[in-house]
């Protein structure tokens, strides 16, 4: 995409750090991914390096300190992608919890072909809560929408033709919770112990947003009781340094996530609803723009 935007890169595959500042001299804008937080130190070096814009090629900018980079004379901006890849793994999700598909698969893996002992639940008997309704959620709640199940919305800042109610009744009516919220001081544990309470018993959790949404010591318990009936979770609390890597042959220091594998009716994945070649080229190319932008006065941060 470079050449037919005019942009002669300089890439890297290690992620932004004090170790490869020097890269950065004598370019005003950097392009940088979401899987590794950018430190202030790191900032502070870009800075100095003489870079004045950073495009992160993300949604959320919850792994820059946005306002110390302002403050040494950096913006930052995000990207759009296409929202289609996290509200159709979102979907997917819903549907592999909902037919106890993990535990579906490893039967059949070790070739025990005997029924579940729990039936499977049809989306259309369901009531799902959505969390937010920014360009994804409101692309889950079209998805939705086909397989005719009541829909609830809860947002600070309604947007989508949806049935908007308080988070408190979304909580205590839906069957499903899907989290598509952005990850701020705000919505940090928004699932905490006292809002997990509330939920229907037996609901399930699907989090395609960011993991701190959730309250991963709360969570635990509540799926070891049967509390909840289960969740999906494609981010976690700690997952960095973890997801995107290979641990086979390592110990995994978080206690939380080797629970939550062990559990038959928990699915986990690594971050990856947003990974198509759709939404890829959409984050490059948009990424790309915004430099441009930026460079030509068009973009502020």
Same mark, same amino acid.
């Given at each position: 995409?470079?050449?037919r ?7 890297t ?7 490869n ?11 940088v ?7 202030n ?5 870009l ?18 300190d ?16 296409? /929202?289609?890849? !996290?509200? %159709? &793994?979102?979907?997917?999700?819903? *549907? ?6 993990? +535990? @579906? ?37 079209d ?13 600070a800042? /309604?947007?989508? !033709?949806a %049935? &908007?109610?308080?988070?408190?009744? *979304? ?6 919770? +899907? @989290? ?66 290979d ?20 699915l ?34």
């Open positions: 995409m470079a050449p935007l005019g942009v002669l890169p300089t890439i595959p290690d992620a932004v750090s004090e170790a500042i020097e890269l950065a001299f004598g370019n005003r804008c950097i392009s991914g979401h899987k590794t937080r950018i430190t130190s790191t900032l502070l070096g800075s100095q390096a003489g870079v004045k814009y950073i495009s992160t090629r993300s949604i959320g900018f919850n792994h820059i946005v306002e110390y980079a302002q403050s040494v004379g950096i913006s930052v901006g995000n990207v759009a992608y296409s /929202p289609d890849s !996290v509200a %159709d &793994y979102t979907l997917m999700l819903m *549907l592999m919890v909902i037919r106890n598909a993990k +535990s @579906l698969v490893r039967r059949t893996d070790v070739h025990d072909y005997r029924l579940h002992d729990v039936r499977g639940k049809e989306l259309r008997d369901l009531t799902v809560g959505v969390v937010g309704t920014g360009r994804i959620g409101a692309a889950v709640m998805r939705l929408r086909g397989f005719g199940c009541r829909i609830l919305a809860h947002d800042m /309604p947007t989508a !033709v %049935d &908007y109610v308080s988070l408190d009744t *979304l909580l205590q009516e839906s069957d499903i919770v +899907s @989290l598509h919220t952005p990850l701020t001081t705000e919505t940090h544990h928004l699932l905490n112990r006292q809002r997990i309470a509330e939920m229907k018993h037996g609901a399930f959790v699907i989090n395609t947003g960011r993991g701190p949404l959730i309250d991963t010591e709360a969570l635990i318990p509540a799926l070891e009781s049967g509390r909840l009936g289960g969740a999906a979770l494609d981010v976690l609390e700690g997952e960095e340094g973890i997801f995107y890597a641990c086979r042959d390592i110990h995994i220091d978080n206690k939380p996530l080797v629970r939550l594998q062990e559990m038959p009716n928990v986990i994945s690594p971050h990856t609803a947003y990974f198509t070649d759709h939404a890829l080229s959409d984050t490059i190319e948009n990424s790309l723009i915004n430099c441009l932008n930026f460079e030509s006065g068009k973009q502020h941060g």
